[in-house]
């Protein structure tokens, strides 16, 4: 409680310091983003770093200081947070400081609004902050209010507006399309700007995604040197600014993308962009990985702190070619296995237009009598009966042409007129800026659940992105408001449907990894990186995701071999052990396996029930990166350090290996540790033989290491520690 004490009193006595220059302090339990207004009354960053014990030294000596919020067309010459014209025509805006205020929420986040106003126009902009003060996560949003009398056009609207001054800067993104998402690139930044963006206006992250790794001085590196991370809770369309200036300092414009969005903000209305989280780490990315994990499970994901259930999927075997009698042998099959959920995929929809491919049925939502005479229903009954849940996938703001419902409404769709209804998938997107598009999007999965009460997990999916963006619904002088407005009203959508189903579990499916982003998390239970299975793929694709996304939402599939995408064939046991790095299902079906698999199938399940809690709720330790290094290593500790679960698994057959010693990292110095392998196959030797059963302190595991060799093509190797006296 000290601590709260101390930042509300320092605040109320800067609030009435007139004389003295005012200090607005943004602190969490160990960072510090400190703001100041100067002697012009503009409002401007002075400090961002370590938390500071005594902000009041910071007045002894004047800071480098930096305008904590750009604006354009007075004497700002780079990129600028906010641009916007007057109705007059007036393109330039100067915000003066008006005042400020703190609240705290509760014993954990302490909210602090900051008011500025245009010198001469009736435009307010207010900047907010809620700092989580154990996670060290700051999340910034701003909101521009228009009090004139005529409208006033936002053509820049930044959430966030940082500034750093270092010897050098590095910055990490991720990148990818369909199958290969979340690659990790890092580049020096030069002098000049390097922009980080997507314009695809849906499913948004499929190329890039709303996250960045920001090294100062050095090269990002694990456990050591300064890092920011920042992400942005957005759907839609986003943008990074990075500009090195001609005095070598940078600046980081982060929000939603003003390309081709245009806001017409009319008189009285509010605009307010979406949250930016950011967390700064003196001790590397590992640190920072950690605060975006502990946020999340507390605030950013939907039940966070709850476990998950076992699923299997029919898709990866039936795609749309199944019945009744196919679907209840796979729902018997996975009972019998001990999984916990199955899984309805693609395919169970249209009558008229029924939905045996992908090109045609999307939008008419009632179920296939052919394939299910008995509908939703009995296959409900068939899970429950067998003590499994049902669940069900939906992609309910998308339409194929060949529907009922784009018979009656080809003007619900995004597109242009006068050009091509270019297709993805054979299908188009429905235009969520009109009131009556919303409204059907929510009735469908409204009807879906109320009229099969007892489906217990929606798979919500998205499967393409805007081509032509035109609204045949937005008037002429608002086309550009578009793709701000599908965002918006989506997460309005979400929100509503959790509201009125709280214990349905919903995954964020995107064709993969296409809708990622704590803006959409925050309805949703699990995220779906990929639609590729392939262990190695998967490798690089969970590896880049835990940067910012907990691994309890980190959906992953034991998939058939070989795979169907990558053509690659790999051992089961690989392919287990990658997806229990996570949160395990399975699209193999059990009817496809031997003898052998199927045990080792159904050991493999029971062994991850046991760890599952320290997996998905555990703190995450990256030791070796699959980028550098042939073989990967990380492992997750459980909060009172009593169990810890490593994963090795080898990237490339080694003729000659030079194994390297794996210092364990988040265990308790002072405890001791009985180390065992696990999801072994019972009649393999194990190379992990000389340490198994023996008994280690955390002291010797992390400061001496294992050493063991790995050179087998799709070896991997899965070790569980737990406490001993």
């Known amino acids: 409680m000290k601590i709260y004490r101390t930042i509300i009193s320092f605040l109320l006595v ?69 641009r916007a014209i007057q109705a007059d025509g007036n393109t330039s805006t100067e915000l003066g400081y008006m005042n400020f205020s703190v609240q705290k929420k509760n014993d954990n986040i302490i909210y602090t609004t900051i008011s500025l106003k245009d010198e001469y126009y009736d435009l307010f902009v207010d900047i907010h902050y809620n700092a989580y003060q154990q996670e060290d996560i700051i999340e910034q949003w701003v909101e521009i209010k228009n009090k004139q009398k005529k409208s006033v056009k936002l053509t820049n609207f930044a959430s966030s507006d940082l500034s750093f001054n270092a010897s050098k800067y590095y910055v990490s993104h991720f990148h990818g399309d369909w199958s290969n998402e979340m690659n990790i690139s890092e580049q020096q930044l030069t002098e000049g700007i390097k922009i980080i963006d997507s314009k695809l206006g849906v499913r948004t992250t499929q190329f890039t995604h709303p996250a960045f790794i920001l090294s100062l001085n050095q090269q990002a ?12 809770a957005w759907p839609g369309n986003f943008q990074f600014s990075f500009e090195v200036d001609n005095m070598d300092k ?30 700064y780490s003196n001790e590397g990315t590992g640190k920072m990985t950690r605060n975006f994990h502990w946020w999340a499970r507390k605030y950013g994901i939907k039940n966070g702190d709850k476990e998950r259930a076992v699923l299997l999927n029919n898709w990866e075997a039936t795609y749309f070619d199944f019945d009744e009698a196919k679907l209840t042998k796979i729902i018997d099959d996975a009972a019998k296995m001990g999984f916990e959920l199955f899984l309805l995929d693609d395919g169970w929809f249209g009558n ?68 091509e209804r270019v297709e993805q998938r ?59 407005d599908y965002a918006k009203n989506l997460m309005l959508i979400m929100e509503k449907v959790r509201r009125k189903y709280p214990d349905v579990t919903f995954m964020a499916c995107s064709g993969g990894g296409g809708r990622i982003d704590y803006g959409s998390m925050q309805y949703f239970d699990e995220y779906w990186i990929s639609d590729n299975n392939d262990p190695i793929q998967r490798i690089f694709t969970q590896w880049g995701a835990q940067y910012f996304f907990p691994t309890i939402g980190l959906a992953s599939h034991v998939s058939v071999s070989p795979n169907h995408i990558s053509g690659r064939t790999s051992p089961l046991k690989y392919r287990f052990d990658i997806a229990m790095a996570a949160k395990l299902g399975m ?93 072994k196959n019972p009649d393999d030797w194990s190379r992990f033989s000389k340490y198994e059963g023996k008994k280690f302190s955390g002291e ?13 093509e799709y070896e991997s190797l899965v070790i569980q520690l737990n406490e001993v006296e």
């Not at 220059?21 to 370590?50: H, M, S, W």
């Not at 904590?68 to 947070?81: L, P």
């Not at 980081?252 to 930016?276: C, D, Q, R």
């Not at 459980?638 to 080694?654: D, G, H, P, T, Y």
């Open 426 to 484: 054979n299908q188009l997107i429905l235009d969520l800026s009109n009131p009556k598009v919303q409204e059907f999007v929510f009735n469908v999965i409204d009807k879906v659940l109320r009229e099969n009460p007892g489906i217990d997990y929606v798979k919500w999916d998205a499967n393409r992105y805007v081509y032509n963006s035109g609204s045949s619904y937005l008037p002429a002088d608002k086309q550009t408001h578009l793709f701000f």
């Open 587 to 679: 699209d193999l079906q059990p009817s496809q396996m031997t003898e052998k698999e199927y045990k080792f199938s159904q050991n493999a399940i029971k062994t991850y029930k046991e760890i599952r809690n320290t997996v998905l709720l555990g703190d995450l330790y990256r030791i070796l990166s699959p980028y550098g290094h042939n073989r990967t290593v990380y492992m997750y500790v459980n909060e009172n350090k009593s169990e810890a679960i490593v994963f090795n698994f080898l990237i490339r057959k080694e003729v000659y290996p030079k194994p390297p010693t794996i210092m364990l990292q988040g265990l308790d110095a002072n405890k001791q540790y009985m180390l065992k392998e696990i999801n």
């Open 700 to 712: 010797y595991l992390m400061t001496v290491g294992l050493h063991f060799a790995m050179y087998d």
């Open 352 to 419: 008229k237009y029924p939905r045996n491919n992908d090109n045609a049925g999307l939008g008419d939502w009632e179920t296939n009598r052919k394939k299910l005479p008995n509908g939703i229903p009995y296959l409900i009954n068939e899970c429950h009966k067998r003590n499994i849940k049902f669940g069900i996938w939906l992609e309910p703001e998308m339409v194929n042409p060949k529907s009922e419902l784009y018979e009656q409404h080809p003007d619900w769709v995004i597109a242009q007129p006068f050009r």
């Open 14 to 82: 800067a609030a009435y310091s007139v004389q003295a220059a005012t200090y607005i302090p943004v602190t969490t339990n160990n960072t510090c983003l400190l703001l100041k207004v100067n002697d012009k009354n503009r409002l401007e960053q002075t400090y961002f770093g370590p938390k500071i014990r005594n902000v009041e030294e910071m007045r002894i000596v004047d800071q480098q200081n930096f305008a904590a919020y750009t604006t354009f067309g007075t004497n700002h010459v780079f990129e600028a947070a906010l």
């Open 221 to 232: 590196a694990e456990n050591s040197g300064e890092i920011i991370g920042g992400t942005l």
């Open 250 to 279: 940078l600046r980081v414009l982060s929000g939603a993308n003003p390309y081709a969005s245009e806001y017409t903000l009319e008189k009285n209305e509010i605009f307010k962009t979406p949250s930016f989280l950011f967390t």
